[in-house]
């Protein structure tokens, strides 16, 4: 009575959450009126082979694998299904097994549990109708801990080196990330300020994603379209559609085909385009510009935005109908300054992606740096910071420092001044490159007679000599005063 009870919630469950899947069982067993009684209450819902005796076990064991074992305690001898039990779990330690008895004893029930079974039947005790039921609530379970373990291992694989998990918030965000990725069909709207890592979000959503992820990711910023050639660029043309249409194209919808298919900034999207948009969502095709026929695509559809979506459709400037099918899976991202406990991680982590890089010689912070940056407002969020630490590491590499002090931030952090999100975004690129720049300078002072480029990218911790090449002219752009300041590092790399 009291095992009963004790499964009654269980049974309850099951009632609930039927398994819906053919599993395969094997019954060990030389009682043919149970095996059979037993087969007549499962063998509609399951796969069921049968065993009577110790060899003709070994024999379907070593040719199959099977879901659950309904397992008799004696077969041969007192003890046969004692040893057949080790033998299982000697092979399979995850392997379900249920054992059932006529000959109840205390030390077997213990051997038996401890043994690895699941479960411990009286058949005196126990009708065929229960024990059916408990087959069902086992192998229910065990899909349970398979779905867990498999969760567990896609948590465990959200390693990207720009992803670090440590409050609950960011737990719970990547807990959602794992979830969405398990839907390969769901459309997903990220929310978060600008900074907050809402592309990154989409790229891991991607790489998790079974069925997505070996297929592309393609990334739109909708803002940065030319309005003028938007629905070219998204859905594609033929030859000759418009003006200059020299040939055909694919848009980054058809692009997409098979993968993942993000859309930043989707507030800014115009309402004709919207309907074109949520056309190619109901019918999962799209059609190119001066097309007749639609093209069949399969992606899912993330999309990204720090506005108020809600207040944009009361005033008329997003439909709601593609608003609803948008928000089918909602993820927040949130600010840096609501979980300012991975402040220290954050930075921690992308310094030593500098150090890794060769482009720092500090090892870490001093203790006042980290107390600014926890005390920071951050409204450029996680960019922000990352471009800060980049900036200040270079700074200590130029100043030859091991560790980054508070004179080698930017002057918007010791200052107080707090510039708005974009705004410092932008200044922290500048501050980088003149810092790059400042530092190629040195360099390039302090080497006596001609040095070419690849030794002074050698010089500078650069494997790639291109690589140093393109990042200093990139740097030079973004630094208007350098002919001023430098004058031979414009002309090095002139």
């Given amino acids: ?45 399951h796969s069921v082979v049968c ?32 040893a057949l039990l080790k033998e299982i779990t000697a092979a399979d330690p995850y392997q379900l097994v249920i054992v059932v008895t006529k000959y109840v004893d205390t030390e077997t029930h213990i051997a038996a549990i401890e043994g690895g079974a699941q479960l411990y039947l009286n058949k005196d005790e126990f009708p065929i109708p229960f024990i059916a039921q408990m087959i069902d609530v086992i192998l229910r379970q065990g899909h349970l801990r398979r779905q867990v373990a498999s969760l567990e291992k896609r ?32 459309t ?11 592309e990154l979000v989409a790229r891991n959503i991607h790489r998790l994603s079974p069925r997505r992820k070996d297929g592309p990711f393609v990334a739109v910023s909708i803002a940065g379209l030319n309005k003028s050639t938007i629905h070219s660029e998204l859905f594609g043309h033929e030859k000759g559609a418009f003006t200059g ?10 692009e997409a085909h098979g993968g993942t298919l993000f859309l930043d900034e989707i507030g800014d999207l115009d309402l004709e385009t919207q309907v074109k948009l949520l056309r190619v969502l109901e019918t999962r095709t799209v059609q190119r510009l001066g097309a007749i026929r639609e093209i069949p695509v399969d992606f899912q559809l993330v999309t990204a935005t720090n506005r108020d979506l809600g207040g944009m459709i009361e005033r008329g400037e997003f439909r709601r109908d593609l608003y609803y099918r948008l928000q089918a899976f909602e993820i927040r991202v949130p600010p840096l300054r609501d979980h300012r406990q991975d402040i220290p991680q954050l930075a921690e982590h992308f310094l030593a992606g500098m150090i890794k890089a060769g482009r720092t010689t500090a090892g870490g912070f001093h203790r006042r740096v980290m107390e600014l940056f926890m005390h920071s407002e951050w409204p450029g969020n996680v960019r922000e910071l990352r471009n800060a630490v980049e900036y200040s590491a270079i700074q200590a590499r130029a100043h030859g420092e091991p560790l980054v002090l508070l004179e080698h931030l930017p002057a918007s952090l010791t200052g107080g001044t707090t510039p708005a999100a974009e705004t410092a975004a932008a200044d922290f690129h500048r501050h980088l490159a003149r810092a790059e720049i400042e530092y190629c300078n040195r360099a390039l002072t302090d080497s006596p007679g001609r040095v070419s480029k690849a030794e002074l990218a050698g010089r500078l911790g650069y494997n790639d000599r291109f690589v140093f090449q393109r990042r200093l002219r ?5 630094c208007p005063e350098a002919e001023r300041d430098f004058p031979e590092v414009v002309k090095f790399f002139a």
């Fill in 51 to 82: 065993a009577d005796s110790v060899s003709a076990f070994r024999e379907i064991y070593q040719a199959g694998a099977f879901d659950l074992i309904v397992l008799d305690m004696r077969l041969e001898t007192d003890r046969d299904g004692l």
């Fill in 245 to 254: 249409a020299a040939g055909q194209h694919k848009g980054y919808i058809e």
């Fill in 188 to 198: 997903v709207l990220i929310r978060g300020e600008s900074g907050t890592g809402k």
């Fill in 474 to 478: 990139k740097a030079l752009a973004l």
């Fill in 155 to 186: 948590l465990a694989e959200v390693d990207s080196p720009d992803m670090v998990i440590a409050s609950g918030e960011l737990r719970e965000l990547h807990a959602k990330i794992v979830q969405v990725a398990e839907d390969s069909e769901v």
């Fill in 1 to 45: 009575m009291m095992f009963l009870l004790h499964f009654q919630k269980l049974v309850i469950y099951l009632s609930q959450n039927k398994v819906n899947t053919m599993d395969h069982i094997l019954i060990v067993d030389d009682d043919r009126d149970f095996r059979e009684a037993l087969i007549g209450r499962i063998g509609s819902r």
